[in-house]
Each structure stands twice: as structure tokens, then as C-alpha cells.
């Protein structure tokens, strides 16, 4: 509720009250930033307030996500609604881009509110869908005890016994504990590959969508899939 107030009280002032004119030109109907430490970051700071509606609509979804729940069905419901969530937040951004104001990271409008909330709970359900599918996968091939040769049981994402006991370690995840007990490993090879990106891709000329992708799918393996990997076989780079 807060957060619909913020983003359409803002909204409201943007079309209405021409503060939009104003950000755009400048508080002092010139556009030199020149004129006035709030005249040049007019944008950053008006923005914060769109900034504001999405922190409070995360802590309304995190409030309800972070709710016990016990069996696999209280887990699909909640998986239905958080993709019933996404698909009405993408609504009402397409309603609000097209009849209102086109989107804009800049001034941090009721569209771009909207486009935040909807891109982040989709990543959210996705994410979701996945930990389900894995945990699951888990427990039945913990329910059949499926072996591999040398003793050793096949792992699953999601199958170790900080996911599958009631209480994880820390109340935290595989991949999470994963990256705690590798931090400094985790930066700097992220530091790395984000390197010869930088190396390998040109900036000067946008990517297919397609490429994109992949570059980036590819980044998350590798970064993540190195730590994911020490951390099964109990493997810590530390010096101190």
C-alpha cells in the first residue's frame, strides 16, 4: 500500500504538476547543472522517490516469501502466486508506458516502478521454480538412494544437507554458502571474467539479444560454477 501511494503520488506531480518539465529543463528553466548543487543532480535526487516505491513493494513481497512453509504444495502455491504477481505487475507497466509516461530510469517514474517490480518478481519465480524442481529431484534421489561408483551419491543442485534439512546452515542456501566460503575467490574471479568481456566484446556496438544472453549465462556459470564445485568437494582458498 505504501508503495502504490509513493509511485502514483509521484506519478501525479510528474504529469500533473509538470515536475517532469522541471526535471527535464531544469528547476530553474535553464538546462545548465551548472546553476545549484539540487539543479545538477535534480534527476538522482527526484528519482530516490521511485527508488523509495520499489524498496517498499521488495519489503512487502519479501515479508510474505520469507513465511515458513512445510510441504512442497504450500510451495507450489506460493510459486502461482508470485508469477500471478509478475504477470499483473507487467500489466500495469504496459498500461502505464502506453497511456501514461514512457519509462524512464532518469526520473525513476510510475512505469519504470512498475518495469522494476515485474522484471525482478519474474526473476524471482523463475529462481523459484528451479530451487522447487532441484529439491525435489533431491529427495526423491535420496528417497531411492541412487549410488555412483566409488560409494559416492550422485549430487543434484539443491541436494545437499544444508537444503535439505529443516533448518539450513544459517538459514542461507547452497549457492550462498557456496560463495560465503569462497568470498575473496568469488570477487576476484568475477573481477576476472568481467575482464575479458570487456576484452572480448565490443562496447561501441550493441549485441544481439541472443549473444547477450549467452555472454551472460556464461559469466554465471562460470563464477558461480567454480565456487559451487569447491564447495562439494569442501575446498576453502584461504591464507588466513
Given amino acids: 500500500v505504501v508503495s502504490v501511494v509513493i509511485a502514483l503520488g509521484y506519478q501525479i506531480a510528474l504529469s500533473k504538476f509538470n515536475l517532469f518539465v522541471k526535471l527535464d529543463k531544469g528547476l530553474s528553466g535553464q538546462s545548465d547543472r551548472n546553476v545549484g548543487l539540487v539543479n545538477a543532480n535534480r534527476e538522482g535526487l527526484f528519482s530516490s522517490i521511485g527508488m523509495l516505491a520499489i524498496y517498499f513493494a521488495g519489503v512487502a513481497l519479501g515479508r510474505h516469501l520469507f513465511k515458513r512453509r512445510e510441504s512442497l504444495w504450500d510451495a507450489i502455491r ?132 541472443t549473444t547477450s544472453m549467452l555472454v551472460m549465462i556464461l559469466y554465471l556459470l562460470i563464477v558461480n560454477g567454480s565456487v559451487t564445485v569447491l564447495a562439494v568437494y569442501r575446498t576453502t582458498f584461504k591464507f588466513w
Fill in 78 to 209: 506460493l510459486l502461482l502466486e508470485v508469477l500471478f504477481v509478475a504477470v499483473t505487475a507487467w500489466l500495469a507497466t504496459l498500461f502505464s508506458h502506453f497511456n501514461i509516461q514512457v519509462a524512464s530510469r532518469c526520473f525513476g517514474n510510475l512505469s519504470y516502478i512498475g518495469w522494476s517490480i515485474a522484471h525482478n518478481v519474474t526473476v524471482l519465480a523463475v529462481i523459484f521454480a528451479v530451487e522447487i524442481l532441484c529439491n525435489t529431484l533431491s529427495r526423491i534421489q535420496m528417497s531411492h538412494k541412487m549410488e555412483l561408483p566409488g560409494d559416492k551419491i550422485l549430487i543434484v543442485p539443491g541436494g545437499c544437507e544444508a537444503c535439505l534439512s529443516r533448518d539450513r546452515v544459517n538459514g542461507r542456501g547452497c549457492l550462498i554458502n557456496a560463495i560465503s566460503n569462497n568470498q575473496l575467490l568469488f570477487f576476484l574471479l568475477g573481477n576476472i571474467v568481467t575482464g575479458l568481456v570487456n576484452l572480448v566484446v565490443r562496447h561501441h556496438v550493441t549485441p544481439p539479444t
